[in-house]
C-alpha cells in the first residue's frame, strides 16, 4: 500500500531514493549480524579444536574457558530483544527493497 506501482518518473525517482536510504540501513543491519554471526563460528571452531585436545598448542591467545564465556555472552547477544529487532527490522527492509525494486522494475518495462 505505501508503494503502489509508479505512474510517473517524478514517482520513480522518489522510489529511487528511498530505496539507496533504506539499503544504507539494510547494509549497516546485516553486518552487524553477519560479525555476530562470524565471531560466533569463529569461536565454535576454536572451541572444537580445543576439545580434540590437539597436541600443537593452541594458536589463539585465549583460554578455553575465555572462549566459551564469549561464546556464551554472544549466543545471549543473539538472543537479546535488541538483537532480535535487528534481526526483524532486516527482514523488514529487505521485503521493502524487493517491493520497491519491482515496482520500479514494472515501471521501466512499460
Same mark, same amino acid.
Given at each position: ?7 510517473? !518518473?517524478?514517482?520513480?525517482?522518489? *522510489?529511487?531514493?528511498?530505496?539507496? !536510504?533504506?539499503?544504507?540501513? *539494510?547494509?549497516?543491519?546485516? !553486518? /552487524? $549480524? ?8 569463529? +569461536? ?11 597436541? /600443537?598448542?593452541? +594458536?589463539?591467545? @585465549?583460554?578455553?574457558? !575465555? +572462549? ?5 555472552? @554472544?549466543?545471549? @547477544? ?20 524487493? /517491493?520497491?525494486?519491482? $515496482?520500479v522494475s514494472d515501471y521501466d518495462k @512499460?
Amino acid at each position: 500500500r505505501l508503494y503502489p506501482p509508479i505512474d510517473c !518518473a517524478e514517482a520513480r525517482q522518489r *522510489y529511487k531514493d528511498e530505496f539507496a !536510504a533504506e539499503l544504507r540501513r *539494510y547494509k549497516e543491519l546485516c !553486518a /552487524h $549480524m553477519d560479525g555476530v554471526n562470524e565471531r560466533l563460528a569463529r +569461536l565454535c571452531r576454536q572451541l572444537d579444536q580445543e576439545a580434540e585436545d590437539s597436541p /600443537h598448542p593452541s +594458536l589463539t591467545p @585465549l583460554s578455553p574457558q !575465555a +572462549l566459551a564465556e564469549e561464546y556464551n555472552q @554472544l549466543k545471549d @547477544l543473539k538472543r537479546s530483544p535488541e538483537y532480535q529487532e535487528k534481526k526483524q527490522e532486516s527482514k523488514t527492509l529487505r521485503n521493502k527493497l524487493f /517491493h520497491i525494486k519491482r $515496482m520500479v522494475s514494472d515501471y521501466d518495462k @512499460l
